[in-house]
């Protein structure tokens, strides 16, 4: 990347930036004539006598005249106004456009970054230099040339006005100009040194806040939340003292600027005065004089903020270009680089470390490792932990660069090769399995987007737009909502070919059980999907019959329109339906419109005000000294902890006042709380018999009344029709689970999964549990789940050299020995290399490196070090 800003600048927008500055320097002759034609309008149309007055070759009266020229300033304003309105539009687009590119390239080379760099550089350091840190450099890079160029040829235009009308003004005018220039420079350059300390500082402060979050258990733990508030304190403290110097000094200069700034029209009252009363200079004159100085001082004050801006972006710039040059940066074209055709590796070739050594921050973590084993072959890595087995993995994995010696796979040198062979004909999965805040599927097919291969439909050509503004910008022209799933790399067809072989891997690695329950809870269009939801009614249906066995009855109490549901919350009996968008959410029906309309037409709104007064009561009675962690609390109440306060004042209010009289707030409040009893599980008695009669005509009332801008925010209970806002299990339940049942819900699940898998919809349901948000980072998913579905993605793309460093070290004995079965089943034939955590496993393997402080200590078949090999059998012996 360009060393300077302005390097930067010319080298990405050269031509951009001629064509701005040509249209600046065209705006001059316009600015010139506006600055000239007041002095005419006051001299010549108002105060002159020689008329007819000649213009354009016509003849005008005084009047005609003066009209005239004042149309022809007007237009003048115009065409300035417009001038400028067009350069700061091309300015602030070619801005963008840079900044884009900018940002752009800083991203790129955070995807090329060594490993070993993020140990040295946080992301609370790298993530604002991309976002925050250069957003103020997109407006510097359109200002760059333009704003410079516009601004000082103002100045000089309108210096050489005054200077025709003056030659004694002209240089009044800019006799201090010398002295700022001078002396800006130099108070500029403390603050320049103070917004560096500034920049760095923040990003410590950046990096100690990510610590803090990705640390809170640790903090909490231990109880060091004192101690980290006052190392935060600090580093608050200390950017506090550097913006506090920075603003005195932006200040005094600021001062310092506006005073040398009044002087000047001193010298031209003094002066201009004097030669007025002279009469060696026209009253006209000396007004035009006066206001193109006015005009005058705003240019100069913007050439200042510009010094002062470029200096600003000039900091910022080499800042964070200094952060994004890291020593062992990846080659651009080793990453870009796209082959005509990527070949599996020959099967009957070799892997080969000769003589491999690799040193971090000075400590050596392997030295001179040789070895060679065959495409075809399983081995297996053991050692203690830092012995260099990690090392070793990362290395054939092209994850890390050894510091000497060569690796070669199949004849050609590991780190020569580009990622598109290395990506799709290798695969590695660590212990810390990463996942992204995408779908499982998403998850899983990351390892077969490599490219895209399929363009998305764009009937209007708002892809093609958007493809070429990109390569304007400098970013790749690829369509993110292409398809970019390579089904050839999986071995199959298209998307369906893709679930088959998905359902079949989550089995191979005991994830169907978990993704099936995600399934169960996840919601399908039915008018996409037509056939699952009719095959889901029938397992409604088929379950509804099941559950009308003698052993089985009083399990599920199903929905019926004209019977209300014990064990379902008021709020559900009264829509009859499931909620789509946020307007019938529970939470929100008290304060719904439409919602009070209905209860009020139906005569029951106080009497669920006066049941929102006597649930209150009762949870404050009940819950108001109890410790909220307790079992009971979170069985029984409804409401949370932080609500009680609230409740226990509404109630104090109404000891003396109505709930007529409360505020709207407070008696939306209270009617909220019946909206979340349910008959069956609270039993608190406040919904008799009469009320719930209510509640059915008023079900009825809602479904009639429904007005067409609503009709869209509910989906209604129907037996014989799918609702696609409710989940899978909810449909074929179509009913509650009875509270109070033995062991009910598990019960419920078993007659569910007996019915999906006598329909055969276990593998349909378990492709819609893909769909399911795995969360940031995975974070919906335990750890065990997420190195499960890294092994999956990495199968999934058939490699030639699989490599596992530890993956299945949080997993128990019997899902690690399934899993190996599945890894060795998958890939027969290619290279498995695994790094154990527990050596004894190694017995399985062809061949068994062992690393010890740095170095291959042994290497042979388990048979051949189990007899002769010690290392190994004191690693054996140590489980």
Same mark, same amino acid.
């Given at each position: 990347?360009?060393?300077?800003?302005?390097?930067?600048?010319?080298?990405?927008?050269?031509?951009?930036?001629?064509?701005?500055?040509?249209?600046?320097?065209?705006?001059?002759?316009?600015?010139?004539?506006?600055?000239?034609?007041?002095?005419?309008?006051?001299?010549?149309?108002?105060?002159?006598?020689?008329?007819?007055?000649?213009?354009?070759?016509?003849?005008?009266?005084?009047?005609?005249?003066?009209?005239?020229?004042?149309?022809?300033?007007?237009?003048?304003?115009?065409?300035?106004?417009?001038?400028?309105?067009?350069?700061?539009v091309?300015?602030?687009?070619?801005?963008?456009r840079?900044?884009?590119?900018?940002?752009?390239?800083?991203?790129?080379?955070?995807?090329?970054?060594?490993?070993?760099?993020?140990?040295?550089v946080?992301?609370?350091?790298?993530?604002?230099?991309?976002?925050?840190?250069?957003?103020?450099?997109?407006?510097?890079?359109?200002?760059?040339?333009?704003?410079?160029v516009?601004?000082?040829?103002q100045?000089?235009?309108?210096?050489?006005?005054?200077?025709?009308?003056?030659?004694?003004?002209?240089?009044?005018?800019?006799?201090?100009?010398?002295?700022?220039?001078y002396?800006?420079?130099?108070?500029?350059?403390?603050?320049?040194?103070?917004?560096?300390?500034?920049?760095?500082?923040?990003?410590?402060?950046?990096?100690r806040?990510?610590e803090?979050?990705?640390?809170?258990?640790?903090?909490?733990?231990?109880?060091?939340?004192?101690?980290?508030?006052?190392?935060?304190?600090?580093?608050?403290?200390?950017?506090?003292?550097?913006?506090?110097?920075?603003?005195?000094?932006?200040?005094?200069?600021?001062?310092?600027?506006?005073?040398?700034?009044?002087?000047?029209?001193?010298?031209?009252?003094?002066?201009?005065?004097?030669?007025?009363?002279?009469?060696?200079?026209?009253?006209?004159?000396?007004?035009?004089? %006066?206001?193109?100085y006015?005009?005058?001082?705003?240019?100069?004050?913007?050439?200042?903020?510009?010094?002062?801006?470029?200096?600003?972006?000039?900091?910022?710039?080499?800042?964070?270009?200094?952060?994004?040059?890291?020593?062992?940066?990846?080659?651009?074209?080793?990453q870009?680089?796209?082959?005509?055709?990527?070949?599996?590796?020959?099967?009957s070739?070799?892997?080969?470390?000769?003589?491999?050594?690799?040193?971090?921050?000075?400590?050596?973590?392997?030295?001179?490792v040789?070895?060679?084993?065959?495409?075809?072959?399983?081995?297996?890595?053991?050692?203690?932990?830092?012995?260099?087995?990690?090392?070793?993995?990362?290395?054939?994995?092209?994850?890390?660069?050894?510091?000497?010696?060569?690796?070669?796979?199949?004849?050609?040198?590991?780190?020569?090769?580009?990622?598109?062979?290395?990506?799709?004909?290798?695969?590695?999965?660590?212990?810390?399995?990463?996942?992204?805040?995408?779908?499982?599927?998403?998850?899983?097919?990351?390892?077969?987007?490599?490219?895209?291969?399929?363009?998305?439909?764009?009937?209007?050509g708002?892809?093609?737009?958007?493809?070429?503004?990109?390569?304007?910008?400098?970013?790749?022209?690829?369509?993110?909502?292409?398809?970019?799933?390579?089904?050839?790399?999986?071995?199959?067809?298209?998307?369906?070919?893709?679930?088959?072989?998905?359902?079949?891997?989550?089995?191979?690695?005991?994830?169907?059980?978990?993704?099936?329950?995600?399934? %169960?809870?996840?919601?399908?269009?039915?008018?996409?999907?037509?056939?699952?939801?009719?095959?889901?009614?029938?397992?409604?249906?088929?379950?509804?019959?099941?559950?009308?066995?003698?052993?089985m009855?009083?399990?599920?109490?199903?929905?019926?329109?004209?019977?209300?549901?014990?064990?379902?919350?008021?709020?559900?009996?009264?829509?009859?339906?499931?909620?789509?968008?946020?307007?019938?959410?529970?939470?929100?029906?008290?304060?719904?419109?439409?919602?009070?309309?209905?209860?009020?037409?139906?005569?029951?709104?106080?009497?669920?005000?006066?049941?929102?007064?006597?649930?209150?009561?009762?949870?404050?009675?009940?819950?108001?000294?109890?410790?909220?962690?307790?079992?009971?609390?979170?069985?029984y109440?409804?409401?949370?902890?932080?609500?009680?306060?609230?409740?226990?004042?509404?109630?104090?209010?109404?000891?003396?006042?109505?709930?007529?009289?409360?505020?709207?707030?407070?008696?939306?409040?209270?009617?909220?709380?019946?909206?979340?009893?349910?008959?069956?599980?609270?039993?608190?008695?406040?919904?008799?018999?009469?009320?719930?009669?209510?509640?059915?005509?008023a079900?009825?009332?809602?479904?009639?009344?429904l007005?067409?801008?609503?009709?869209?925010?509910?989906?209604?209970?129907d037996?014989?029709?799918?609702?696609?806002?409710?989940?899978?299990?909810?449909?074929?339940?179509?009913?509650?689970?009875?509270?109070?049942?033995?062991?009910?819900?598990?019960?419920?699940?078993?007659?569910?999964?007996?019915?999906?898998?006598?329909?055969?919809?276990?593998?349909?349901?378990?492709?819609?549990?893909?769909?399911?948000?795995?969360?940031?980072?995975?974070?919906?998913?335990s750890?065990?789940q997420?190195?499960?579905?890294?092994?999956?993605?990495?199968?999934?793309?058939?490699?030639?050299?699989?490599?596992?460093?530890?993956?299945?070290?949080t997993?128990?004995?019997?899902?690690?020995?399934?899993?190996?079965?599945?890894?060795?089943?998958e890939?027969?034939?290619?290279?498995?290399?695994?790094?154990?955590?527990?050596?004894?496993?190694?017995?399985?393997?062809?061949?068994? %490196?062992?690393?010890?402080d740095?170095r291959?200590?042994?290497?042979?078949?388990?048979?051949?070090?189990?007899?002769?090999?010690?290392?190994?059998?004191?690693?054996?012996?140590?489980?």
């Open positions: 990347m360009s060393k300077t800003i302005y390097g930067f600048v010319f080298r990405y927008s050269a031509r951009q930036q001629v064509l701005l500055l040509l249209v600046t320097l065209a705006a001059f002759p316009f600015l010139y004539l506006s600055l000239e034609l007041p002095k005419t309008i006051i001299n010549r149309a108002i105060n002159g006598q020689d008329f007819p007055a000649e213009l354009l070759g016509m003849e005008f009266d005084q009047i005609p005249y003066l009209v005239l020229l004042c149309g022809i300033f007007l237009l003048l304003v115009l065409i300035n106004g417009a001038f400028k309105f067009t350069i700061n091309w300015k602030g687009r070619l801005g963008e840079m900044l884009r590119r900018l940002r752009y390239e800083l991203y790129s080379r955070v995807l090329r970054f060594p490993l070993p760099h993020f140990k040295r946080s992301q609370g350091e790298i993530i604002p230099m991309i976002t925050s840190e250069v957003e103020p450099l997109g407006g510097f890079i359109g200002d760059a040339v333009a704003q410079p516009f601004q000082g040829g100045l000089l235009t309108i210096f050489a006005f005054i200077l025709v009308q003056d030659p004694f003004l002209g240089l009044a005018a800019i006799s201090l100009y010398p002295l700022q220039g002396l800006i420079p130099k108070l500029q350059r403390r603050v320049n040194d103070l917004a560096k300390q500034r920049v760095r500082t923040v990003r410590r402060l950046s990096d806040l990510g803090s979050i990705s640390g809170i258990a640790e903090i909490r733990a231990h109880d060091a939340s004192n101690f980290h508030r006052a190392g935060f304190a600090d580093l608050l403290g200390r950017i506090y003292e550097i913006r506090f110097e920075i603003y005195q000094r932006k200040f005094f200069i600021k001062f310092l600027n506006n005073f040398l700034a009044q002087l000047t029209p001193f010298f031209f009252y003094l002066i201009g005065g004097y030669l007025v009363i002279r009469g060696d200079l026209s009253f006209g004159a000396l007004v035009a004089v %006066l206001a193109a006015k005009d005058m001082s705003a240019p100069w004050k913007e050439l200042l903020l510009f010094y002062q801006q470029k200096e600003d972006a000039r900091i910022k710039y080499e800042q964070v270009i200094e952060q994004f040059e890291p020593p062992g940066l990846l080659d651009e074209r080793l870009l680089e796209e082959p005509e055709a990527v070949t599996p590796f020959d099967p070739g070799e892997v080969s470390f000769v003589n491999v050594s690799y040193v971090e921050d000075g400590a050596t973590l392997l030295e001179g040789s070895f060679t084993f065959g495409l075809s072959e399983r081995v297996a890595i053991v050692g203690p932990g830092g012995g260099g087995k990690e090392a070793v993995a990362m290395i054939l994995a092209r994850l890390l660069q050894p510091t000497s010696g060569r690796v070669m796979v199949a004849g050609e040198d590991l780190f020569q090769l580009p990622e598109a062979v290395t990506g799709r004909r290798m695969a590695y999965v660590g212990q810390g399995a990463q996942l992204f805040a995408a779908s499982i599927r998403d998850n899983i097919l990351l390892g077969l987007k490599h490219r895209p291969l399929r363009p998305p439909a764009d009937e209007r708002e892809r093609a737009a958007r493809a070429a503004e990109a390569a304007l910008a400098g970013n790749t022209a690829d369509d993110i909502l292409a398809d970019w799933v390579d089904y050839a790399a999986a071995g199959v067809e298209d998307s369906q070919g893709m679930s088959r072989r998905l359902v079949e891997l989550l089995h191979a690695f005991d994830l169907d059980r978990e993704v099936y329950e995600l399934g %169960l809870r996840g919601v399908i269009d039915p008018a996409a999907n037509p056939a699952l939801a009719e095959r889901l009614l029938q397992a409604r249906c088929e379950l509804r019959e099941r559950l009308s066995h003698p052993d009855a009083g399990l599920v109490e199903p929905f019926d329109a004209e019977r209300y549901n014990e064990n379902a919350t008021l709020a559900e009996n009264l829509l009859f339906g499931s909620p789509v968008g946020p307007e019938f959410e529970i939470d929100n029906l008290a304060g719904s419109d439409y919602v009070r309309a209905v209860l009020e037409k139906v005569g029951i709104r106080e009497r669920l005000l006066e049941a929102g007064r006597e649930i209150a009561e009762v949870m404050v009675e009940l819950f108001g000294d109890l410790d909220p962690d307790q079992e009971i609390f979170e069985r109440s409804f409401v949370g902890a932080e609500d009680l306060s609230e409740l226990q004042a509404i109630l104090a209010r109404l000891n003396r006042l109505s709930i007529a009289e409360l505020e709207e707030h407070e008696r939306a409040r209270l009617l909220a709380l019946p909206f979340k009893m349910i008959p069956a599980r609270h039993r608190l008695g406040v919904i008799d018999d009469a009320l719930k009669e209510r509640i059915l005509e079900r009825r009332v809602f479904a009639a009344d007005p067409p801008h609503l009709r869209g925010s509910i989906e209604f209970f037996a014989g029709r799918y609702s696609a806002a409710a989940s899978i299990q909810d449909n074929i339940l179509f009913g509650k689970v009875v509270h109070g049942t033995a062991q009910g819900p598990a019960r419920v699940g078993e007659l569910i999964a007996e019915v999906v898998d006598a329909l055969g919809l276990r593998e349909d349901i378990i492709v819609v549990g893909l769909d399911s948000n795995a969360g940031i980072g995975g974070g919906r998913l750890a065990g997420r190195q499960k579905i890294a092994l999956v993605r990495c199968v999934l793309k058939r490699p030639d050299i699989m490599i596992v460093d530890q993956a299945t070290a997993l128990d004995n019997g899902a690690r020995n399934r899993i190996l079965d599945s890894l060795f089943a890939t027969e034939g290619r290279c498995l290399v695994w790094v154990l955590d527990q050596p004894s496993q190694a017995q399985r393997f062809d061949r068994v %490196l062992v690393m010890q740095g291959l200590v042994e290497q042979g078949t388990y048979a051949e070090l189990e007899q002769a090999g010690a290392a190994l059998r004191g690693l054996v012996a140590a489980e």
